[in-house]
């Protein structure tokens, strides 16, 4: 063999290794990028959920009072009227 055949074999062989991880390198780049995208979309739809549920529970604390304070004046309503007539009877 011809010393000029081995450097071009050697030349055609490094070019191929090279595009090669050239190659993988873009592919892992791209899934780096693509993961992090996922994590910042996720990052915002937990965020955003959160915040909902923390509206939603703090709604229902309002109900549950005002529930709570309406059924408390329901039944002293009631009372002071069961009262007022069994005074008006006798």
């Known amino acids: 063999m011809d010393v ?4 071009a074999r ?3 062989r ?3 290794s090279r595009r090669g991880w050239k190659r993988r390198v873009a592919e892992k780049q791209d899934m780096i990028r693509f993961l992090r995208v996922k994590t910042r ?3 915002n739809s ?3 959920w959160k915040q909902r549920a923390k509206t939603a529970e703090a709604a229902i604390q309002l109900l549950s009072a005002g529930a709570a304070d309406a059924s408390f004046s329901a039944t002293a309503e ?3 009227i069961s009262v007022t ?3 008006g009877e006798k």
Not at 4 to 7: F, G, I, N, P, S
């Open 4 to 7: 000029k055949e081995d450097r």
């Open 10 to 12: 050697l030349v055609r």
């Open 14 to 16: 490094l070019s191929r």
């Open 41 to 43: 979309d996720l990052e």
């Open 46 to 48: 937990r965020s955003f």
């Open 78 to 80: 009631s009372r002071a």
């Open 85 to 87: 007539r069994a005074v």
